[in-house]
């Protein structure tokens, strides 16, 4: 009977050595998935703020364009209209 006590005793430590072992490895396998995804967010974070700045100069070029076509909008038909009528008063002297 003490044989058995034994025997068994021996094969549960061999086999929560075993497991000790696994998850040891499976520790280590987390750890170096973790390190890799916080390199991945620091990248992915330093790019998404690339892009941010990138947009940011978008979008004040095209509020200037936006403005420049609200001036132009806004002269155009003084423009068109000063044409005309210094086209009309040379076509009056040509007369």
């Known amino acids: 009977?003490?044989?058995?006590?034994?025997a068994e005793n021996r094969e549960l430590k061999r086999r929560v050595g075993e497991q000790k072992g696994s998850f040891g490895f499976l520790t280590r396998q987390i750890q170096g998935v973790?390190?890799?995804l916080l390199e991945f967010e620091s990248k992915?974070?330093?790019r998404f703020a690339k892009v941010d700045e990138r947009f940011d100069g978008l979008e004040r070029k095209i509020d200037s364009v936006d403005r420049k076509i609200d001036g132009l909008t806004k002269t155009l038909p003084g423009i068109v209209g000063d044409a005309v009528r210094e086209a009309n008063r040379e076509r009056d002297r040509k007369r």
């Open 1 to 6: 009977m003490a044989m058995d006590v034994e």
């Open 34 to 36: 973790h390190k890799d």
């Open 44 to 46: 992915t974070e330093q």
